[in-house]
């Protein structure tokens, strides 16, 4: 089966807190529940988020492209 952990899964765009849906900012606010929720990536290589920003600034990575 498919692993589904460390997603958020919502019917509400809303409540993912991200910046600018209308303008396409996909970057995750402060109050984001995606914020120290998302899975160790350390292991694939991937220093950067999608707007290049290191991938780790919490305690944890967070869920999705971009690292709040």
């Known amino acids: 089966g498919a692993d589904i952990q460390n ?14 849906v209308l303008q396409s900012n996909y970057r995750v606010t402060s109050s984001s529940p995606a914020i120290n ?25 967070d869920i999705g492209a ?3």
């Open 7 to 20: 997603n958020l899964n919502t019917r509400d765009i809303n409540s993912v807190k991200f910046a600018d």
């Open 37 to 61: 929720k998302g899975k160790d990536v350390r292991t694939f290589a991937i220093p950067n988020d999608y707007y290049l920003q290191p991938r780790l600034k919490g305690t944890s990575f």
């Open 66 to 68: 971009s690292e709040y």
